[in-house]
């Protein structure tokens, strides 16, 4: 099963809500996806010369040691915010490296997400408990998209969660299972991607990350994603610009896209989009398969 | 008239009731508001009814229909009229996966388009599409006709049995087994028929081209004989 969904806002006047529409997209598809939940919501922009990393700790952590020690790192404080078990912080761009080994040295703490803009939210639990726990609905952005997951592939577990990201300010979230995804992350590892769990949607995630690195548009990283992965497939597939949509060729899984002047919305079932405003009016079609559908500001 | 607003009324409330209804019922035209993408709307009716749905639907709305009439205003999810046995059911708008799926009779209108595996396991049932449909429409159709005005896509007809396919528009490729097949006078009259019954109008007949089974891969071959 799995429910996904994404929105993109045309209207700025929509931004200061953009977390309460997921918020609800995201509740609506409990049913398809009851294990855990996890979304990307793209915000402000990290000051000229930061980035965002988006931290995930287990229940209890001492989160204001971590931000003292990472702020020695740093050489000043960190801009932080604390949502539940995640930490979104603010770093210099020229010390993130560092600020990343210094992560690595930690236990109990993992980067879920990085970007000038992208902040990633993710926890086991029902999704619209996870939602409010992280106060998705209070969040400002452009775009975001967001996931409920019923694991078939992989372990329930935070981990196993999506959205997967696997570079700066990209994610994805999947509904379905590769049958070649071993194959194709021993062919991402040699060209020096590095991933950190064994879930097949993760590969999905590298192999854009790949495309695009190497100079692909969203667009081509879509296309190459075709001739590339084999099995059952919707994906939407987040950007610093927007979003994009593919599924597999013989559309082995929903999707239901709507737009209006507003915004455009997709989600595995309409369900997910009938308390968006203006929905009524809205266009509402199924994507073809094998077809890439996208949104991007310029 | 009764009116039923699933927005405070539980949906299998409405199911439920119009499950109850009797061939004497005086209740017999139906309005359902606030549909909101729900399934199984109006699914399993046995009763010479009318119903209005005045939104989209989710999947298998009007699932196993008999006798009823029921139109939906707006799209439909995968299995629309899934395993109908007789009634009329029409989308406005259009059709997700399997619409008319395994159906064994009734009549079935989509006025919008019809994506994937339309009348997939098809039975006996009619289906007008008045838009196109997507990939393996009539997979493994074995009784029944699926009328189509726009285009059909990849391997129509895939592994068909006796259904008659009729296109307006172009196929993107056959399935296995099926085969494009003259378009005789009796087939027009079938086809005149089943678009008149659809409510469609103006369809040059002569622009249809009719496939179906060539009857290789379902019948035993004697040639095959040494494979067993």
Same mark, same amino acid.
């Given at each position: 099963?799995?429910?996904?969904?994404?929105?993109?806002?045309?209207?700025?006047?929509?931004e200061?809500?953009?977390?309460?529409?997921? %918020?609800?997209?995201?509740?609506?598809?409990?049913?398809?996806g009851?294990d855990?939940?996890?979304f990307?919501?793209?915000?402000?922009?990290?000051?000229?010369?930061?980035?965002?990393?988006?931290?995930r700790?287990?229940?209890?952590f001492?989160?204001? +040691?971590l931000?003292e020690?990472?702020? @020695?790192?740093?050489?000043a404080?960190?801009?932080h915010?604390? @949502?539940?078990?995640?930490?979104?912080?603010?770093?210099?761009?020229?010390?993130?490296?560092?600020?990343? *080994?210094e992560?690595?040295?930690?236990?109990?703490?993992?980067i879920v997400? %990085?970007?000038?803009?992208?902040?990633?939210?993710?926890?086991?639990?029902?999704?619209?408990?996870?939602?409010?726990?992280?106060?998705?609905e209070?969040? *400002?952005?452009?775009?975001?998209?967001?996931?409920?997951?019923?694991?078939t592939?992989s372990?329930?577990? =935070?981990?196993?969660?999506?959205p997967f =990201?696997?570079?700066?300010?990209?994610?994805?979230?999947?509904?379905?299972?590769?049958?070649?995804?071993?194959?194709? @992350?021993?062919?991402?590892?040699r060209?020096?991607?590095?991933?950190? =769990?064994?879930?097949?949607?993760?590969v *999905? *995630?590298?192999?854009?990350?790949?495309?695009?690195?190497?100079?692909?548009?969203?667009?081509?990283?879509?296309? %190459?994603a075709?001739?590339?992965?084999? +099995?059952?497939?919707?994906?939407?597939?987040?950007?610093?610009?927007?979003? +994009?949509?593919l599924r597999?060729?013989?559309?082995?899984?929903?999707?239901?896209?709507?737009? =209006?002047?507003?915004?455009?919305?997709?989600?595995?079932?309409y369900?997910?989009l009938?308390?968006?405003p203006g929905? +009524?009016?809205?266009?509402?079609?199924?994507?073809e398969p094998?077809?890439?559908?996208?949104?991007?500001r310029? | 008239?009764?009116?039923?607003?699933?927005?405070?009324?539980? /949906?299998?409330? /409405?199911?439920?009731?119009?499950?109850?209804?009797t061939?004497?019922?005086?209740?017999?035209?139906?309005?359902?508001?606030?549909?909101?993408?729900?399934?199984?709307?109006?699914?399993g009716?046995?009763a010479?009814?009318?119903?209005?749905?005045?939104?989209? !639907?989710?999947?298998?709305?009007?699932?196993?229909?008999?006798q009823?009439s029921? !139109?939906?205003h707006? $799209?439909?999810?995968?299995?629309?009229a899934?395993?109908?046995?007789?009634?009329?059911?029409?989308?406005?708008?259009?059709?997700?996966?399997?619409?008319?799926?395994?159906g064994?009779?009734?009549?079935?209108?989509?006025d919008?388009n019809?994506?994937?595996?339309?009348?997939?396991?098809m039975?006996?049932?009619?289906? !007008?599409?008045?838009?196109?449909?997507?990939?393996?429409?009539?997979?493994?159709?074995q009784?029944?006709?699926?009328?189509?005005l726009?285009?059909?896509?990849?391997?129509?007809?895939?592994?068909?049995?006796?259904?008659?396919?009729?296109?307006?528009?172009? !196929?993107?490729?056959?399935?296995?087994?099926?085969?494009e097949?003259?378009?005789q006078?009796?087939?027009?009259?079938?086809?005149?028929k089943?678009?008149?019954?659809?409510?469609v109008?103006?369809a040059?007949?002569?622009?249809f081209?009719?496939?179906?089974?060539?009857?290789?891969?379902?019948?035993?071959?004697?040639? $095959?004989?040494?494979?067993?």
């Open positions: 099963m799995c429910g996904i969904v994404g929105l993109f806002l045309k209207d700025p006047r929509l200061p809500g953009l977390g309460a529409l997921l %918020a609800g997209m995201l509740g609506t598809l409990c049913d398809r009851p855990s939940a996890g990307a919501v793209y915000g402000r922009d990290a000051p000229a010369g930061s980035a965002k990393l988006t931290l700790t287990v229940p209890g001492d989160v204001a +040691g931000m020690r990472l702020g @020695r790192v740093a050489g404080p960190l801009p915010q604390v @949502r539940d078990t995640h930490v979104v912080m603010t770093v210099p761009a020229a010390r993130e490296a560092a600020i990343r *080994a992560l690595a040295r930690i236990p109990g703490t993992s997400g %990085a970007g000038r803009r992208m902040e990633i939210f993710k926890e086991v639990g029902r999704p619209d408990r996870v939602a409010a726990r992280f106060g998705l209070r969040m *400002a952005g452009t775009h975001g998209i967001g996931h409920t997951r019923m694991a592939e372990a329930v577990t =935070t981990d196993g969660a999506h =990201t696997t570079g700066p300010d990209q994610c994805l979230v999947h509904n379905g299972s590769l049958s070649n995804h071993n194959a194709v @992350r021993r062919e991402l590892v060209h020096g991607m590095s991933f950190q =769990t064994e879930n097949d949607s993760e *999905a *995630a590298g192999f854009m990350t790949w495309k695009m690195r190497e100079g692909a548009s969203l667009e081509a990283a879509l296309n %190459a075709l001739a590339a992965l084999d +099995g059952f497939y919707t994906f939407v597939v987040g950007t610093a610009a927007g979003f +994009g949509v597999d060729p013989i559309a082995c899984k929903p999707a239901v896209m709507a737009e =209006t002047d507003r915004w455009v919305a997709f989600g595995t079932e369900r997910a009938v308390d968006l929905v +009524g009016n809205a266009k509402v079609w199924e994507p094998a077809t890439p559908y996208l949104w991007e310029h | 008239m009764p009116t039923v607003d699933l927005a405070d009324t539980p /949906l299998r409330d /409405l199911n439920a009731a119009l499950h109850r209804l061939p004497d019922s005086n209740e017999t035209h139906w309005r359902v508001l606030n549909p909101r993408g729900r399934h199984s709307v109006a699914a009716i046995d010479p009814v009318a119903v209005e749905i005045a939104g989209h !639907v989710g999947y298998y709305c009007a699932g196993m229909n008999k009823a029921v !139109v939906v707006g $799209n439909a999810g995968q299995g629309l899934e395993n109908m046995m007789s009634g009329q059911v029409r989308v406005k708008g259009d059709a997700s996966q399997a619409a008319g799926a395994t064994c009779g009734g009549l079935l209108v989509i919008g019809a994506s994937a595996r339309c009348g997939i396991s039975k006996g049932i009619d289906i !007008v599409v008045q838009g196109s449909v997507g990939h393996l429409s009539a997979f493994m159709a009784a029944g006709n699926l009328v189509v726009g285009d059909a896509g990849e391997a129509l007809g895939d592994s068909i049995y006796e259904a008659h396919l009729y296109v307006r528009g172009t !196929v993107s490729s056959l399935g296995a087994d099926c085969v097949k003259p378009l006078e009796h087939h027009r009259a079938e086809l005149r089943l678009l008149e019954a659809a409510g109008n103006g040059d007949l002569a622009e081209r009719r496939y179906g089974s060539a009857r290789r891969l379902y019948h035993f071959h004697v040639d $095959n004989l040494g494979s067993y």
